[in-house]
């Protein structure tokens, strides 16, 4: 179809995709809490973190329209061999320890809706997951699934929201900056997980091959709508989770603990359609997960930057297998592979933040589309933010 809102909502692809592959089960754990603990009260805090990622998104978007070459080729110019690998295999490593959370979040969801066990679940969607990288068209194919994926759990957990009936004036309180006591690591944390600095640097990579795939489309760096609905996403948890679970003291320890809290609230069907929206988000997050640090690996090792690559497809394949191993053999995310995980990105999350915006304010490198005055400003306190919550991890680590 050659309509002009068909190719402007492919053209947005990339930034919705990105989207898809940060909201997963444990954002979704994090948000429900939130709610669940604090009521409505912070949710100011997803504004500013979906603005600081819409910020960074734009600017790695913007990098994948000027430049001809991937952003880790661009480091490894700047900064030397070393830096690239670095950061691509720093990705990877990030990538594989967490996406048994997302194997995880794809078993319960569908052994809550079947009443079967998980583990037959986990293995099917990883058989089919890595069954997808086949496809010669991948690309392609990842936006389609991406943008179906987005719009079940649109529709699932807005309409769960909904049936909940919270209060407008209390979502207009919730937008007043408070901290309330003990409230500081739950939002460190959901900051952490929604200002996703690999998932922006992505971007640029998701540009480039929609690039690839029709050089006659037109382009955009408004990756705003993805990250906007990022946003949505978060706050239909948050509001859901103020209004049933915070009045009644409940508290959560997984997403699929919302389903279950919500079936003596709300019934059997909202429940449901809960869990329908946990799947969509486990898998999305599960694909778009893998694709990340396999895609991000190859060309760190040379072997280019593009999704259709044999080394991108084996290394994507292998991420899954990763998740859905940890996934099968521990039930949950041990908690050294958090604590590796997380040491990895107090690392790397820094520095490659640094460089996209050292790059998005690269005239040479961006022509026209260097960062604006405004988006330097910004751009520079979100790299304090990042810089602070690292120090932040480094203290509740190793002091």
Known sequence: MNWPIVSRLRALAPGIITAAL????????????????????????????????????????????????????????????????????????????????????????????????????????????IGLLFFRQLYRLLERLMLALILVMLLSFVTTMLLSRPAPLQIAGGLRPSLPPGAATLVIAFIASCFSIAGAFYQSYLVQERKRQNPGLALTDKSYPGIFIL????????????????????????????AKALRPLLGRYAATLFLCGLASASFSAFI???????????????????????????????????????????????????????????????FIGTALYLIANDRRVMGALVNTTVARWAGAAGLAMLFGLALKNIKDLFF
Request: glycine share 12%; net charge positive.
């Open 22 to 129: 940060v909201f997963g089960p444990s954002k979704i754990t994090i948000t429900t809490e939130l709610g669940a603990g604090y009521g409505f009260s912070l949710l100011w805090v997803i504004v500013v973190a979906i603005f600081f990622m819409a910020l960074f998104t734009s600017m790695s978007a913007r990098i994948g329209i000027a430049a001809d070459r991937s952003l880790l080729t661009l480091i490894r110019e700047k900064w030397g061999p070393a830096a690239s690998l670095a950061s691509g295999i720093g990705i990877f490593l990030v990538s594989a320890a967490f996406q048994a959370g997302n194997s995880i979040g794809i078993g319960i969801a569908l052994s809550e809706l079947t009443g079967t066990p998980r583990i037959p679940w986990i293995v099917f969607f990883t058989v089919a997951g």
């Open 231 to 258: 946003g949505v996403l978060s706050a239909v948890l948050l509001i859901c989770s103020a209004t049933l679970l915070h009045p009644a003291h409940m508290r959560i320890d997984s997403a699929a603990d919302m």
């Open 288 to 350: 778009g997960n893998a694709s990340l640090g396999g895609n991000l690996l190859s060309d760190a090792l040379g072997h280019g930057g593009s999704l259709g690559t044999g080394y991108s497809r084996s290394f994507t394949a292998l991420v899954m297998v990763i998740g859905a191993s940890v996934a099968i053999l521990f039930g949950r995310l041990p908690l050294q592979l958090i604590v590796f995980a997380q040491s990895i990105t107090i690392l790397i999350v820094p």
